[in-house]
């Protein structure tokens, strides 16, 4: 089983993932505008593996809190109330919900 930093961890990429995918921007596009300092390619790998597992490691890429951040403002959302969301989230899955 996960640990429950993990799940929300994960779920809070899962609602990111959600919202922008609602807003209509492909992938390629939204980490491009998430880490515009980076070449495209490397932005879109960076994305990718935080929403899937790593070929390295078999484990997503972990979500640092300035990650965390930039995700949720170019989305032009509170980062604090996509936390509550995911730690809601991850309570669900943790319970079996």
């Known amino acids: 089983m996960k640990d429950f930093a993990d799940l929300i961890m994960e779920s809070f990429v899962e609602i990111i993932d959600s919202i922008a995918t609602q807003n209509n921007i492909k992938k390629g ?20 593996f935080m929403r899937k597992k790593s070929y390295d490691t078999g484990h997503p890429q972990g979500v640092t809190l300035a990650d965390a951040y930039r995700l949720a403002k170019t989305l032009d959302q ?9 730690t809601a989230k991850a309570e669900e899955k943790r319970n079996g919900c």
């Open 29 to 48: 596009e939204f980490a491009v505008k998430v880490w515009p300092e980076m070449p495209p390619k490397v932005a879109e790998r960076r994305w990718l």
């Open 78 to 86: 509170d980062l604090a109330y996509i936390l509550l969301k995911a």
